[in-house]
């Protein structure tokens, strides 16, 4: 069985994901060998990434360095492999080549998805988009499918934009931040999905801090009514406490006996919801919450059937 090549228009456009998401899915009725190639860019932060993902998943294997100094590791026809590839066509077709490979092709709905998807020529798979918010969707199906469709280019599906996958965890945006815990590192590991900056309340604290799910609350070091308001709520994960300021006696009560949180960093609270802009980019997908919910998003969006029954031929026959 050939293996299966994920490849990109462009740098973090998901391939990771894509990776371990696809690899978890059919480890379920396979073993399942995965590489990352080592002269691509990030390529250890990506291989460290899939081992935190993969490693307890006994039939999910590893393969260090591979295709280093375009050295390939064995790889069984009896198990399927997945390999992270580049943004690199070149790259890409040469390992394709070597391997009887089939390529898939991450993309964004605004990238030139027909034109790099015929260079990958009779080793391409298909196409899958990525990131695509709802506005997109009505263009992707009425659009871009038909054009595919005409250039005989696979549509594999396409995965939407999802908070879930670009929320950070406490204990990054603490990082970040260069924060300082204040309690204990109550809930370091949890997902942040939003951010909601406790300033001019108008509503009742408790109801304003429960609008969102898993959120991190930026508020004054000086204004214990706000914190007080925030660690009263389940769905408040941090309390980030800005100027460098400590709080008051009481608000560490609090805030040890919900177990959430307190931390303080520097600059204004503008200043950090500002600085928190660029956080995205830090951004690492590496927490089982995001496997999981990017494996769901995958069986609902992506022709799975499609690939596996696919690979079941090489090109060459």
Request: charged residues 25%; proline residues 4%; hydrophobic residues 40%.
């Amino acid at each position: 069985m050939p293996p299966i090549i994920i490849a990109s228009t462009k740098p973090r456009i998901g391939k990771t994901a894509f990776v371990a998401s696809l690899s978890k899915i059919l480890s379920a009725s396979a073993n399942i060998k995965i590489g990352v190639m080592s002269n691509k860019e990030n390529s250890n932060i990506d291989y460290e990434n899939l081992k935190k993902l993969l490693s307890r998943n006994k039939k999910c294997e590893l393969l260090k360095d591979f295709y280093k100094n375009k050295k390939l590791p064995s790889i069984s026809n009896k198990n399927k492999s997945i390999i992270e590839g580049t943004d690199d066509i070149k790259t890409n077709l040469d390992l394709a080549e070597e391997t009887d490979g089939m390529i898939i092709l991450i993309a964004n709905y605004s990238d030139q998805i027909i034109k790099i998807s015929k260079l990958y020529k009779d080793r391409l798979l298909g196409v899958i988009v990525n990131n695509v918010s709802k506005h997109r969707v009505w263009n992707i199906q009425n659009e871009l499918v038909p054009r595919l469709s005409k250039d005989k280019i696979n549509f594999l599906g396409w995965i939407p934009d999802d908070r879930v996958l670009l929320a950070p965890r406490v204990n990054e945006v603490v990082s970040f931040l260069e924060g300082e815990y204040l309690t204990e590192e109550y809930n370091k590991e949890k997902l942040l999905d939003n951010f909601l900056i406790g300033g001019l309340v108008l509503d009742w604290g408790p109801t304003y801090f429960s609008i969102h799910e898993k959120s991190g609350v930026i508020i004054r070091g000086d204004r214990p009514d706000v914190q007080l308001a925030a660690l009263h709520t389940e769905k408040t994960k941090a309390v980030f406490l800005t100027k460098g300021m400590k709080p008051v006696e009481y608000v560490y009560y609090e805030a040890d006996q919900s177990k959430i949180p307190l931390i303080t960093v520097p600059g204004n609270t503008h200043d950090v919801a500002e600085k928190l802009e660029d956080l995205q980019q830090n951004i690492e997908f590496n927490h089982k919450e995001k496997l999981d919910h990017m494996v769901n998003l995958v069986e609902k969006n992506i022709s799975i059937e499609l690939i596996v029954k696919a690979l079941e031929t090489t090109p060459t026959g």
